[in-house]
């Protein structure tokens, strides 16, 4: 998975690409967690993003609580059919705000 990190305007979005899976979602988390510090808004750019395993799942969750307990927002945006139907069926789409 490739990962590409972009600021503008106190919004830091993290284009991903190919398949957050247990191989790829530490390199994820390493990244994230800590950028979401309180000071910018976070969107997740999906547009690339081919499958999210429940290991990247657990990252998204992670980077929900930290945003909220840092009283930021994280979006997600450009999510596909295939990835949308696992928030369904997981729940993660009453979690995670999506456009």
């Known amino acids: 998975m490739n990962v590409t990190r972009a600021e503008q305007n106190g919004i830091l979005t993290f284009s991903l690409e ?7 979602s530490p390199k994820l988390h390493e990244e994230l ?17 081919e499958y999210v395993s429940s290991a990247g799942l657990r990252v998204l969750l992670a980077a929900q609580k930290q945003s909220a307990a840092r009283g930021t927002s ?3 945006t450009g999510v596909n059919d295939e990835i949308m139907e696992i928030f369904e069926m997981t729940g993660f789409i009453d979690i995670l705000t999506i456009e």
């Open 18 to 24: 190919g398949r957050l899976d247990t191989t790829t």
């Open 33 to 49: 967690i800590p950028a979401i510090d309180g000071t910018h808004d976070v969107v997740l750019d999906f547009s690339r993003l």
């Open 74 to 76: 994280l979006t997600l």
